[in-house]
């Protein structure tokens, strides 16, 4: 599994400096929604920029415009961009032709999606990389977590991968080891720790186990 971390209630210069604390030892860093709404792809431009071997995710879930918007992102640096699965399956076409014209990668949010193995049988057809199961923040605590979700995804893929996001922490990576998805998202759960390198480290371990991890 791959850790990725989520910047999402920072600026792109408190981002710039998080992530020279943990470039070396993370698998994905992911500009929010939250920070993109603020300040555009300024911080996506300035992660890629100091940090070229790190992969670089833009989560600017596109729901129209597709190609025109994933352009944006990839032209600014992203590695990967993020489109909602309620988009139209021809927003998503043009993320994924898109992504393949730079050389990069698409991920789809199923945020809001409640049946999730026929939309994901849809996607996965459509050649996207990545299905992401996704618990809101807004609905955290209020219906099941996110890996419910993922146990529904994983027996429906054939080409694409499984991610998970949406309050993980220390306490559910058992249960994600048990699942084995490609990627785990965690935000707060790192980046509201007073030493994030130390809690991406121990995040790494629980996950992979000593194993080698991150852009070293």
């Known amino acids: 599994m791959k850790l990725q971390i989520a910047f999402d209630l920072m600026s792109a210069n408190d981002a710039l400096d998080a992530a020279a604390e943990i470039y070396d030892i993370i698998d994905i860093i992911e500009v929010g929604t939250p920070m993109i709404v603020r300040e555009g792809m300024v911080p996506v431009r300035m992660l890629k920029k100091s940090y070229p071997d790190t992969t670089v995710l833009a989560d600017v879930k596109i729901v ?118 490609e990627i785990v998202v965690a935000g707060s759960a790192l980046t509201g720790q007073s030493d994030i390198r130390r809690a991406v480290l121990e995040m790494q371990d629980a996950i992979k186990g000593g194993k080698t991890y991150g852009n070293s």
């Open 64 to 181: 129209d415009g597709g190609d025109i918007e994933s352009a944006d992102a990839f032209h600014a640096g992203a590695d990967i961009v993020t489109v909602l699965a309620a988009a139209a399956d021809e927003t998503i076409k043009g993320v994924v032709s898109t992504a393949v014209r730079y050389g990069k990668k698409t991920m789809v949010d199923m945020i809001g999606i409640s049946d999730i193995q026929k939309r994901a049988e849809e996607l996965d057809a459509l050649g996207v990389d990545y299905i992401c199961v996704h618990t809101a923040v807004d609905v955290q605590g209020k219906r099941e977590s996110p890996y419910h979700d993922l146990s529904l995804l994983l027996p429906v893929l054939k080409n694409s991968k499984a991610a998970v996001a949406g309050g993980v922490n220390m306490a559910a990576i058992p249960v994600l080891k048990d699942l084995d998805p």
